[in-house]
Nanobody, 121 residues
Framework: QVQLVESGGGSVQAGGSLRLSCIAS????????MGWFRQVPGKEREGVAR????????EYADSVKGRFTISQDSAENMWSLQMNSLKPEDTAVYYC??????????????WGQGTQVTVSS
């Protein structure tokens, strides 16, 4: 079993930047695929970005391409999401996620507790 803890988040004005980080502990074999999701009330959780461990292979949701960057930190059990040019529609609870597989967004089965990101206009 793997435990995920996010840090970062907060409030920012439109056009600003925030950085989220996630650290995994426990069975880190379950972090082959590392990612970030977000959820707003009344909507399903959506995949934002994911990266395959030690590969440099990344995927982004169309809504964040060119603005968000996912990266694996030098400590292999950590990853981050750099969010630039933030928009009010990016407001959501953001979750870090991990999986032993990286075929689809539905593979993720380990979740952090979530951190609020609020972007004001």
């Amino acid at each position: 079993q793997v435990q995920l803890v996010e840090s970062g988040g907060g409030s920012v004005q439109a056009g600003g930047s925030l950085r989220l980080s996630c650290i995994a502990s426990g069975d880190t074999r379950a972090t082959w695929c590392m990612g970030w999701f977000r959820q707003v009330p009344g909507k399903e959780r959506e995949g934002v970005a994911r990266i395959i461990r030690n590969s440099g292979i990344m995927e982004y949701a169309d809504s964040v391409k060119g603005r968000f960057t996912i990266s694996q930190d030098s400590a292999e059990n950590m990853w981050s999401l750099q969010m630039n040019s933030l928009k009010p529609e990016d407001t959501a609870v953001y979750y870090c996620a991990a999986s032993s597989w990286c075929i689809g967004w539905s593979d993720f089965n380990n979740w952090g507790q979530g951190t609020q990101v609020t972007v004001s206009s």
